[in-house]
Structures are given as structure tokens and as C-alpha cells.
């Protein structure tokens, strides 16, 4: 494994291991949106991913991390990040539901975020919902060699923020491989703080990009639990994720089925 600056730059090899960890990761995410609908409970939804990904040899990463108490994020409407799951919070028509799964699999790690629609959703959720999954595709699009780490957050922040939408800044995409948070930061917006690990991208960077992004304000507060995040505003907010491999060809998005 090659460093520079303390980043790690993973080997062919090891990407390999990672896309095995991904591909856990979206076969899991696969079978979520199957089972989500009116009336499931979001504990419900995290039983099923903890014995979906244990039945596979995988570890669930979120468990236990940092005192987090449940195996999967899952957060519903203005909830931004972080929801833990709840056997009294049950799924309604016209929510929207973020389901965060991070996972170990042969050592190495794998991340990535979907938000579903229950049901009928309104047209501004719809919207909402097509413009975060755009700026990840934006994001991801500019992770190639020879760009830098701001390209992708440009590329993110342009989208959404030239929709009418904002992004969250109290959270960022991150370094990813044996560890589930390495270095570098990513951003999805622009900041001068961060200028420090605006690396260029090299073969074998690997990324969690994921962009959140608010109908309304980019503020966010945390509540009483110290973990679920929501808009300041109470207005709805969308979560995407994927790992994303730094290739010679091109980025290659490692949580795919």
C-alpha cells in the first residue's frame, strides 16, 4: 500500500477486497427497497441488515461506533444523517427514508447511502430526491486523475445550490479502505478550511462521496439522542453515498451489485 501525506493509495488488489465490501453494501441497499413501505418500523429495516450482512461474513461498521446503538442510519424526512432506528417509528405514504450502511468484509470497508420514497411522494420530495442523486453523479463524474478534491466538491455544490437546493456542511465524504473514515476530508462544497487535504487524485484514492442536500437551509441541528441530525428548518432532506475507486480509466463506483 502506497501513502503521500498519510492518504493511503490502495493497490489493485485491495480494490478488489473493497469492491467485495461494496458489493455486500449494495446487495444490502438491493434488498432494503424491497422490503421498505407504509408501516415498517426503521428497527425493523436494521434487524434485517444486520442479519442480511452477518449471514454473508460481514461486519456492520456503524455498531458500536462511537456509541452509536444500532447497525444502520436511518433517517426519515427532515432527519439529515445518524436516525437510529426505532421499533415505534413506522414508515408512512409520502415519506422519505435515508438508509446510511457502512460494512466490513475480508478486512476492508464499503459505504454507501440511498434515500427511497414511500409510496406517493410529492413532486418537491421527487425533486429533492433527483437533484442530491444528481450531484452525486456530478461528484463522482469529477473524481478523476489529476483533478483535486475541491473538483468534486465544485461539482456538487454547483449542482445543487444552482437548483435552489443547499448542501449540508457539517458533514463531509471521507477517505475510505481498511478504516471506515481515512483521510482525505471530502467536502461537498467549496471551503478554504479544507485546503489542507485538497490532494490531487491519484490511481487508487478510494472515496466515499456523499452529498446532502436540503430544501431549504443548509443549517442542521442535532437532537437530544446526540446522534439524529434534522434541518434547522424542518425541511426535507435527501442522503446519497457511494465508494468510489480513483482508476487510470476512470472512477469506478465499488457499491454497485
Given at each position: 500500500?502506497?501513502?503521500?501525506?498519510?492518504?493511503?493509495?490502495?493497490?489493485?488488489?485491495?480494490?478488489?477486497?473493497?469492491?467485495e465490501?461494496?458489493?455486500?453494501?449494495?446487495?444490502?441497499?438491493?434488498?432494503?427497497?424491497?422490503?421498505?413501505?407504509?408501516?415498517?418500523?426503521?428497527?425493523?429495516?436494521?434487524?434485517?441488515?444486520?442479519?442480511?450482512?452477518?449471514?454473508?461474513?460481514?461486519?456492520?461498521?456503524?455498531?458500536?461506533?462511537?456509541?452509536?446503538?444500532?447497525?444502520?442510519?436511518?433517517?426519515?424526512?427532515?432527519?439529515?444523517?445518524?436516525?437510529?432506528?426505532?421499533?415505534?417509528?413506522?414508515l408512512?405514504?409520502?415519506?422519505?427514508?435515508?438508509?446510511?450502511?457502512?460494512v466490513k468484509?475480508?478486512?476492508?470497508?464499503?459505504?454507501?447511502?440511498?434515500?427511497?420514497?414511500?409510496?406517493?411522494?410529492?413532486?418537491?420530495?421527487?425533486?429533492?430526491?433527483a437533484?442530491?442523486?444528481?450531484?452525486?453523479?456530478?461528484?463522482?463524474?469529477?473524481?478523476?486523475?489529476?483533478?483535486?478534491?475541491?473538483?468534486?466538491?465544485?461539482?456538487?455544490?454547483?449542482?445543487?445550490?444552482?437548483?435552489?437546493?443547499?448542501?449540508?456542511?457539517?458533514?463531509?465524504?471521507?477517505?475510505?479502505?481498511?478504516?471506515?473514515?481515512?483521510?482525505p476530508?471530502?467536502?461537498?462544497?467549496?471551503?478554504?478550511?479544507f485546503?489542507?487535504?485538497?490532494?490531487?487524485?491519484?490511481?487508487?484514492?478510494?472515496?466515499?462521496i456523499?452529498?446532502?442536500?436540503?430544501?431549504?437551509?443548509?443549517?442542521?441541528?442535532?437532537?437530544?439522542?446526540?446522534?439524529?441530525?434534522?434541518?434547522?428548518?424542518?425541511?426535507l432532506?435527501a442522503h446519497?453515498?457511494?465508494?468510489?475507486?480513483?482508476?487510470?480509466?476512470?472512477?469506478?463506483?465499488?457499491?454497485?451489485?
Amino acid at each position: 500500500m502506497l501513502t503521500y501525506s498519510v492518504i493511503e493509495l490502495k493497490s489493485p488488489r485491495e480494490i478488489e477486497k473493497m469492491r467485495e465490501a461494496g458489493r455486500l453494501v449494495a446487495q444490502t441497499l438491493g434488498e432494503v427497497e424491497r422490503m421498505v413501505g407504509p408501516g415498517v418500523t426503521t428497527e425493523e429495516i436494521d434487524h434485517f441488515i444486520r442479519d442480511f450482512v452477518i449471514a454473508r461474513g460481514g461486519e456492520l461498521l456503524f455498531y458500536r461506533y462511537n456509541g452509536f446503538p444500532a447497525h444502520s442510519c436511518i433517517s426519515i424526512n427532515e432527519e439529515v444523517v445518524h436516525g437510529i432506528p426505532s421499533g415505534k417509528r413506522r414508515l408512512r405514504e409520502g415519506d422519505i427514508v435515508s438508509v446510511d450502511v457502512g460494512v466490513k468484509l475480508n478486512g476492508y470497508c464499503g459505504d454507501a447511502a440511498f434515500t427511497y420514497p414511500i409510496g406517493r411522494i410529492g413532486r418537491d420530495a421527487e425533486k429533492l430526491l433527483a437533484v442530491c442523486r444528481e450531484a452525486l453523479d456530478r461528484g463522482i463524474a469529477a473524481a478523476v486523475v489529476g483533478n483535486r478534491v475541491s473538483d468534486i466538491s465544485r461539482a456538487i455544490q454547483d449542482f445543487a445550490e444552482g437548483r435552489g437546493y443547499s448542501v449540508v456542511r457539517q458533514f463531509v465524504g471521507h477517505g475510505i479502505g481498511r478504516r471506515m473514515h481515512e483521510k482525505p476530508q471530502v467536502p461537498n462544497y467549496v471551503d478554504q478550511g479544507f485546503q489542507k487535504e485538497d490532494v490531487v487524485l491519484r490511481p487508487g484514492l478510494v472515496l466515499a462521496i456523499e452529498p446532502m442536500v436540503n430544501a431549504g437551509t443548509a443549517e442542521v441541528l442535532t437532537l437530544k439522542d446526540k446522534w439524529t441530525v434534522i434541518t434547522q428548518d424542518k425541511k426535507l432532506s435527501a442522503h446519497y453515498e457511494h465508494t468510489v475507486a480513483v482508476m487510470v480509466e476512470g472512477p469506478v463506483i465499488l457499491t454497485l451489485p
